[in-house]
């Protein structure tokens, strides 16, 4: 034989099983069509009826037995009880990062509240009573602006005071200043209430 020749029967054979091909999905689509329709609610009920009458007579249950449904529900049960310990282990999570952002906006406000009423001091002190007017308003803005954030506003950076920077750039570090909860810490106590 030829090559032409056997090159010929490949592409004959090729387009055969390719026009097999679409003849096929074509009579399973009306296949599909016919089934569809031909299921009408009385027939519907009709197959419920008869596949319980077959079952009832069978009596699969006592084949199978009572010990393999108790798995099997123990199975299923044991499964719900790890999606709901997944589920819980997240919220727990989300509530830790929550207590987190809201002790550092409290921390952050906590020192600036604590800067403003130093510079108010001094200000009182040199006797400036302007000075010292300004600086508590600033003061009461400062408190409020940190306590808008810890209900749910965005967080500052940990460490930035309203002035810029950070206090351990610029070498100032205080003792007194509250420290804020370990997220542990806090998410415990968010839990807890």
Known sequence: M??????????????????????????ADALLGHWKRGWTPWRIVLAGLGLG????QTRPMRAVGATKWLRS??????????LQAAMAAWQADQAADKAHDAAGSAQSAAVATHQAAAAAGTAAATGDADAAAQ???QNATIHAAGLATADGGQAPARGVSSYGGTAQARGRTDARAPQAPRPAEAATDVSER
Not at 11 to 17: F, I, M, N, T
Not at 53 to 56: A, K, S
């Open 2 to 27: 030829s090559f032409a020749h056997l090159r010929h029967r490949v592409d004959r054979a090729e387009a055969l099983v390719e026009h097999r091909r679409a003849q096929t999905l074509a009579d």
């Open 53 to 56: 009458f077959v079952i009832g």
């Open 73 to 82: 529900v123990s199975a299923v049960s044991g499964m719900f009880t790890s």
């Open 135 to 137: 600086l508590a308003q």
